[in-house]
């Protein structure tokens, strides 16, 4: 009876023991499959704030040069659009809804604010945004902040500040791993 009593304790020592292993070894899984996440998660964040901040610097900087904005430079607004729009699409899986809306928001405030300042206003009364549209437009060159009630160009830009500031902390957020 004793030999039977104790091939039994070995053999649930040689069950518990693997079961621990499998149980390890998923829990190990897991966090990398999770870990794996997380660095698509950055890198997908990284790829949209990248594509953004880009169009906005290229905006900015030809309003800065007075580049003028022709038929062509119409054409590069709607490849731009398209092509961040594809990549929020290519990257979505990685991305959270209220991520993907921000971008997408961001985008069109940034086309949006571009066009106000380079075709000028429908309404001539709103001086700062005439001035705005014959290239006098130091805010936009600065990132200076202006009272949203100024004009509608400045309402769009207070918004667009709002936008930057919380898809790049979202962005920064996920890189330093507090939220997911």
């Known amino acids: ?18 079961a621990a292993g499998f149980w390890q070894w998923r829990r190990t899984q897991a966090h990398e499959s999770g870990s794996a996440y ?11 704030w990248n594509a953004l901040s880009d169009l906005e610097e290229r905006l900015r900087s030809q309003v800065m040069r007075g580049e003028a904005d022709g038929e062509m430079a119409s054409l590069r607004y709607q490849e731009e659009i398209g092509r961040v729009n594809m990549l929020v699409l290519r990257r979505s899986p990685f991305l959270l809804t209220d991520e993907q ?15 106000m300042i380079r075709v000028g206003p429908q309404d001539r009364a709103l001086d700062d945004a005439s001035a705005m549209s014959r290239g006098d437009s130091g805010w936009w060159d600065s990132t200076m902040e202006q009272p949203p009630q100024a004009s509608i160009v400045a309402f769009a ?10 898809l790049g902390g979202r962005y920064a957020a996920v890189v330093q791993g507090t939220v997911d």
Do not use: F, K, S
């Open 1 to 18: 009876m004793e030999p039977l009593i104790a091939a039994g304790l070995a053999l649930v020592g040689t069950v518990l023991a693997v």
């Open 38 to 48: 997380r660095a698509h998660r950055v890198a997908a964040l990284e790829e949209v």
């Open 101 to 115: 809306d921000l971008a997408q928001r961001y985008l069109y405030r940034l086309i949006e604010i571009n066009t």
């Open 157 to 166: 830009a207070t918004d667009l500040q709002r936008l930057r500031r919380e």
